[in-house]
T-cell receptor
Framework: AQSVSQHNHHVILSEAASLELGCNYS??????LFWYVQYPGQHLQLLLK??????LVKGIKGFEAEFIKSKFSFNLRKPSVQWSDTAEYFC???????????FGSGTRLSIRP | DGGITQSPKYLFRKEGQNVTLSCEQN?????MYWYRQDPGQGLRLIYY???????QKGDIAEGYSVSREKKESFPLTVTSAQKNPTAFYLC??????????????FGPGTRLTVL
């Protein structure tokens, strides 16, 4: 079955630490990949997306993600986190054979000031 | 101001009552979706609609029903058959359901509590 795995359920970091959140998807052909973020009390919003081309994708607020096809991964990174990055992060994938998006279970990121 | 609106923000109902959650979009998107968000489980797809007067079951459709009579509206009814209806419900839309335009835009959500 098509699925997305986020292995870290809760990550706690200090400000200025580097961040990497894991995301793996199951094989299913051509994929589009997304990272969404949900700040406390706010709408779920798109952080970045990969459709084709350069596998290193840059998003808003200094985030980036790298699509590694051989590893079925799309990990999210940020070199130096801020307290305002405290949020829940969701990885998602759409497969060309399907008309819906599949979300991972989410990773809650807490930043210590 | 374009976007997706969901109402109400908080909803309380007694067990055994049906309840309808509203979702409206003025983005002129073809596709609309309903998700349920529970702690530690991410977003699970309830129903989706690719075009007016058409909709498909998602992964957890049991106990829910939808309609898509207008392009901008996709209401969700939580019926008494839904065994565990207390949750946060998110509505989303996308320009198209497939291809590079299938980025989803989300509403603010409705938190339903069944007493």
């Amino acid at each position: 079955a098509q699925s997305v795995s986020q292995h870290n359920h809760h990550v706690i970091l200090s400000e200025a630490a580097s961040l990497e959140l894991g995301c793996n998807y199951s094989y299913g052909g051509t994929v589009n990949l997304f990272w969404y973020v949900q700040y406390p009390g706010q709408h779920l919003q798109l952080l970045l997306k990969y459709f084709s081309g350069d596998p290193l994708v840059k998003g808003i607020k200094g985030f980036e993600a790298e699509f590694i096809k051989s590893k079925f991964s799309f990990n999210l990174r940020k070199p130096s986190v801020q307290w305002s990055d405290t949020a829940e992060y969701f990885c998602a994938v759409t497969y060309s054979s399907a008309s819906k998006i599949i979300f991972g279970s989410g990773t809650r990121l807490s930043i210590r000031p | 101001d374009g976007g997706i609106t969901q109402s109400p923000k908080y909803l309380f109902r007694k067990e055994g009552q049906n309840v309808t959650l509203s979702c409206e979009q003025n983005l002129n998107h073809d596709a609309m979706y309903w998700y349920r968000q529970d702690p530690g489980q991410g977003l699970r797809l309830i129903y989706y609609s690719q075009i007016v007067n058409d909709f498909q079951k998602g992964d957890i459709a049991e106990g829910y029903s939808v309609s898509r009579e207008k392009k901008e509206s996709f209401p969700l009814t939580v019926t008494s058959a839904q065994k565990n209806p207390t949750a946060f419900y998110l509505c989303a839309s996308s320009i198209q359901p497939l291809g590079p335009l299938n980025e989803q835009f989300f509403g603010p959500g409705t938190r339903l509590t069944v007493l």
